[in-house]
């Protein structure tokens, strides 16, 4: 049976406690007020900045939480961790390597877990500089500093990293939300969930902070006997969202539960799948696709865009001469130059165009991964290991003066 403590069954509750529109506006102000929360907003499901805003500043950091909170979403989404000494960090990765400068401050060491580092050894770390130079010095943030952030209108997701690798971890944050003045104002105001993939680390956390409101991420939507099992200690789920039925969707709402959808970056794709009827999507990108919800021009100005994609063509992904490829196409009246341009994943793998490469109104420009010899329509990056996913990728595309003129995925 679902806990009553939480109470999150009808769609009035689940509109106030995510600040999602289910039923009347009307309906919704009396809910809200009668519970304490924050009125939602009139429209759309409610948007959640991954990592931040991790496709516009250093994941994970204060600077994505500014831009993610500066975009108007309901909930930044960050990942919590335990350092060696036991202080909960904002991180994602089990180890340094991709994001921080630990070669350089700790050679030797970028393979070692990240929870091996004590929480003064994690203050050492540049955890901006990898993304661009302007976030040089960004540190890797304490989970207080989220809570700093947030406000009553941008609210935090909470994700328990590994909790295999930080034992105790549930304690810890339940602690922190409980104690913590800041964090203890947001659990009121419900603009505060707790999320996680580990099924047991959810249980854990359920049973010391049955207030707060809780996620089971998942990459597919199970069948109802498993969803009813985890409508017993949780809210909502939060599913991969390629692929995603509306039968899936009907299913979990059957369930009790607010659906939930990760990660969605292109404008396109976040329609669609707030066409199916999900409650929440979680994008890299809320700035741009917060624009798109409210009905925005969310590139008004751009002159070039991301045509497509070519991610797992026949033959060797980085043969010299084909592979794969990505298409740049002027979509403006007048020749552009895309000399420096670049292409950015969600890893942070980059593709950039070369020098004296002017596109006529309505050419395109195939950008490749792999070697070969540069063309009027082709420019090779040289790289010898693909950087597009085969089951599907999202770019953004950024001028040499760091300007971001579109947002792709495939």
Avoid: C
Wanted: a negative charge.
């Amino acid at each position: 049976m679902p806990r009553v403590a939480r109470s999150i069954r009808s769609a009035a509750a689940v509109a106030v406690g995510l600040s999602l529109l289910a039923v009347p506006a009307e309906t919704l102000a009396e809910t809200a007020e009668d519970r304490g929360a924050p009125e939602p907003p009139s429209t759309g499901p409610i948007l959640v900045g991954h990592r931040g805003a991790g496709g516009t500043a250093p994941e994970n950091t204060v600077a994505a939480f500014l831009d993610g909170r500066a975009s108007g979403a309901d909930f930044i989404e960050i990942d919590v961790q335990l350092s060696a000494d036991g202080v909960p960090f904002l991180f994602h990765d089990d180890t340094p390597a991709r994001t921080t400068d630990v070669e350089d401050v700790f050679p030797g060491r970028a393979s070692d877990p990240i929870t091996s580092f004590t929480w003064a050894e994690l203050q050492q770390l540049d955890a901006g500089s990898y993304f661009d130079r302007r976030f040089v010095g960004e540190r890797i943030p304490h989970l207080d500093d989220a809570a700093a952030v947030a406000t009553s209108a941008t609210g935090v997701y909470i994700e328990i990293k590994s909790p295999w690798n930080s034992p105790g971890i549930e304690e810890v944050v339940a602690g922190e939300l409980r104690t913590d003045p800041a964090w203890r104002k947001l659990v009121e105001a419900r603009k505060v969930q707790v999320i996680g993939f580990d099924e047991a680390s959810n249980r854990r956390f359920a049973a010391l902070a049955p207030h707060v409101m809780l996620q089971q991420l998942t990459w597919m939507i199970p069948g109802p006997e498993t969803l009813a099992e985890w409508a017993a200690y949780v809210d909502s789920v939060g599913a991969y969202y390629r692929g995603l039925t509306a039968e899936e969707v009907a299913r979990v709402k059957d369930a009790g539960l607010v659906m939930s959808v990760y990660t969605v970056n292109s404008p396109e794709d976040v329609q669609a799948v707030a066409d199916l009827g999900v409650d929440a999507v979680t994008t890299d990108f809320p700035i741009q696709n917060g624009r798109h919800l409210r009905g925005l021009p969310v590139f008004a100005e751009a002159t070039v865009e991301i045509g497509g994609a070519v991610n797992d063509p026949a033959g060797d992904d980085v043969g010299r001469g084909a592979g794969e490829y990505v298409t740049l196409r002027n979509v403006s009246g007048s020749a552009v130059d895309v000399s420096g341009y670049f292409l950015r994943d969600v890893t942070n793998s980059i593709l950039r165009v070369g020098e004296g490469y002017v596109l006529q109104p309505g050419a395109e420009l195939r950008v490749h991964t792999g070697p070969g010899t540069d063309s009027p329509t082709s420019y090779f990056n040289g790289l010898s290991t693909p950087m597009l996913t085969d089951t599907g990728t999202s770019l953004g595309l950024w001028t040499p003066d760091l300007r971001l003129v579109d947002v792709f995925a495939n």
